[in-house]
């Protein structure tokens, strides 16, 4: 009985610190998932507009940085938080982000890949 215990608890060391080392490699993929040239168009302004994202996760608009720290990573959303302390999200599907949540103007915009 006592071997079968130990068995079992190695077996599901051994699973947990391989789920864990999985998901050390996804996250640092992450940046680079994000990292590119998007455009999006803004309807209320009647203008398109220019997103890059560095694969240091620096965020720009328009040839602008932005100010902005990341809050949270994952592989569905990026989730910065600017000066003024509005969230500015991009989700992304399994392929690419696609789209861009400004919380400040509380609009959602799908971005596409700019060439």
């Known amino acids: ?32 998932f994000y990292a590119g040239t998007w455009q999006y168009y803004d309807k209320e302004r009647d203008r398109s507009h220019k997103i890059t994202i560095s694969p240091e996760l620096k965020l720009g608009i328009d040839n602008q940085i932005i100010p902005a720290t990341v809050q949270q990573i994952k592989p569905d959303k990026l989730v910065f938080l600017d000066r003024f302390g509005y969230h500015i999200t991009i989700r992304a599907n399994e392929q690419r982000p696609v789209s861009l949540t400004d919380e400040a103007d509380d609009q959602v915009y799908t971005i596409h890949p700019l060439k």
């Open 1 to 32: 009985m006592l071997l079968f215990g130990a068995g079992l608890m190695a077996g599901l060391t051994s699973t947990l610190g391989f789920s864990r080392a999985k998901k050390s490699n996804s996250t640092i993929s992450l940046p680079i």
